[in-house]
């Protein structure tokens, strides 16, 4: 655990050039207080199998930080988020070793389905400010999701670039191109939720659902 406090404190002094020095990163860097009461928690939900104490240290840390992370979601090595406030996380996201996200990114569910409904991030992938993931989407290593980009069930390549609403594929391989993204094939873990009309679930059939 403190191996891994030391990297994610080494990917702050990699990634934010406003880091002075590791004293300042440990005592004001909120999104590493955040990473920390994640690891934590997950540390709680995996092997201690305790549900109720990783929730409220994760409500600790969005109350603290601004930043939730779901215990449960699976979240590699050298992890760094910048400014932090505003991240939402869901409970079935993973993301690789050494990704960066910024504040105001999303990776949540669309709301059409149970069981795993959040996105999967590769090693080294760029999520930049306000973007919005939704879906078990796939996004492949060493790509970057541009600020403000939407992205819902589509798959991103590898060593890529998307940006805009909805996200297209900008860069490939450092190539320039302008391309749709392949829609996303659901893994057998993500259920899909019944119509909400056919539930008679009104108030949902007309919003089309949330993300959650
Ligand atoms: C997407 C990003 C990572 C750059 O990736 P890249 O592979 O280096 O891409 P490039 O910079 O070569 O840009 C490729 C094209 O996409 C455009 N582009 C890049 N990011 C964009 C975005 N978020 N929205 C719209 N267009 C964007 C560029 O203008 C360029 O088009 P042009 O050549 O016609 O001008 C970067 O632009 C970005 O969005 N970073 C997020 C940083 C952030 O959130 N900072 C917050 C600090 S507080």
Redesign the pocket.
């Known amino acids: 655990m403190f191996e891994t406090f030391r990297e994610d404190l080494r990917a702050i002094q990699r990634n934010d050039p406003a880091a002075k020095s590791v004293l300042e990163s440990v005592l004001c860097h909120t999104p590493l207080h955040a990473i920390t009461l994640y690891r934590i928690a997950h540390w709680l939900h995996t092997r201690a199998r305790l549900p109720l104490v990783p929730r409220l240290i994760s409500v600790l840390a969005h109350f603290l930080t601004g930043v939730e992370i779901h215990p449960a979601a699976k979240i590699g090595r050298r992890f760094f988020i ?2 932090g406030t505003g991240v939402v996380i869901g409970e079935t996201s993973e993301i690789g070793d050494d990704c960066v996200l ?1 504040h105001n990114v999303t990776l949540g569910g669309t709301g059409k389905h149970r069981g795993k409904r959040h996105p999967t991030l590769g090693d080294n992938v ?1 999520v ?2 306000g973007a919005i993931l939704l879906g078990p989407v796939r996004v492949g290593s060493n790509s ?1 999701i ?4 939407f992205l819902r069930m589509h798959d991103v390549p590898p060593n890529s ?1 998307v ?2 609403i909805p996200a297209r594929l ?2 490939r391989d450092g190539a320039r191109v302008d391309l749709a993204l392949e829609p996303t094939e659901l893994p057998a873990t993500a259920i899909p939720v019944p119509d909400a009309a056919e539930r008679g679930d009104t108030a949902r059939a007309r919003t089309g659902g949330g993300p959650e």
């Open positions: 910048d400014h910024f760029l930049g400010t970057r541009g600020a403000n980009s670039t940006i805009g900008v860069k």
